[in-house]
T-cell receptor
Framework: KAGVTQTPRYLIKTRGQQVTLSCSPI?????VSWYQQTPGQGLQFLFE???????NKGNFPGRFSGRQFSNSRSEMNVSTLELGDSALYLC?????????????FGEGSWLTVV | GENVEQHPSTLSVQEGDSAVIKCTYS??????FPWYKQELGKGPQLIID?????GEKKDQRIAVTLNKTAKHFSLHITETQPEDSAVYFC?????????FGKGTRLHILP
């Protein structure tokens, strides 16, 4: 069974640009969540989608947005990039409640803003 | 809301010795406690988990204990090896909401 797949793995953007990151969850998983990880800050929760609906949201500005498609694949978008947005962005998927809620992470997308 | 405290933030142990990482949580309704290992340049990998109806779980050199009364759980790694060097995260989950600890950077010294 394929794991959580994130693309692209590495990217460099300029301040003010926007970026879109993609995530394909494990087959059968309908919940997808996104995290930002910076050195010393641990895993900061961005948002979670379930059946194309945003179910939970973290404390990030409106420049951070996401969506989920009918096939459970998800994208997150960051507009008007700032230097502080440089981070590892992790996507995670889990099965519906009742199947253990075990969360599996992808390898992440490394974003560098210059 | 739920809060998860993880200690220590950095831990160095001699190869072959044991390592213990501790976490406390605030929401008594949390019922699932996974541990993740993150190696450099990779995403976190689930290494062991425990549910609230179990007090201890072991998988080879790794074990997790849960004290529901005190609301704390711990990761124990015995006979540590160089490949155990990584950042470890604990987490507590209630319903569909998961909260992570800040992580522990484990160094295995030769």
């Amino acid at each position: 069974k394929a794991g959580v797949t994130q693309t692209p793995r590495y990217l460099i953007k300029t301040r003010g640009q926007q970026v879109t990151l993609s995530c394909s969850p494990i087959s059968g998983h309908r919940s997808v969540s996104w995290y930002q990880q910076t050195p010393g800050q641990g895993l900061q929760f961005l948002f979670e989608y379930f059946s194309e609906t945003q179910r939970n949201k973290g404390n990030f500005p409106g420049r951070f947005s996401g969506r989920q498609f009918s096939n459970s694949r998800s994208e997150m978008n960051v507009s008007t990039l700032e230097l502080g947005d440089s981070a590892l962005y992790l996507c995670a998927s889990s099965a519906p409640q009742g199947y253990g809620n075990t969360i599996y992470f992808g390898e992440g997308s490394w974003l560098t803003v210059v | 809301g739920e809060n998860v405290e993880q200690h220590p933030s950095t831990l160095s142990v001699q190869e072959g010795d044991s390592a213990v990482i501790k976490c406390t949580y605030s929401d008594s309704a949390s019922n699932y406690f996974p541990w993740y290992k993150q190696e450099l340049g990779k995403g976190p990998q689930l290494i062991i988990d425990i549910r609230s109806n179990v007090g201890e779980k072991k998988d080879q050199r790794i074990a997790v204990t849960l004290n529901k009364t005190a609301k704390h759980f711990s990761l124990h790694i015995t006979e540590t090896q160089p490949e155990d060097s990584a950042v470890y995260f604990c987490a507590a989950l209630r319903d569909d909401k998961i909260i992570f600890g800040k992580g522990t950077r484990l160094h295995i010294l030769p």
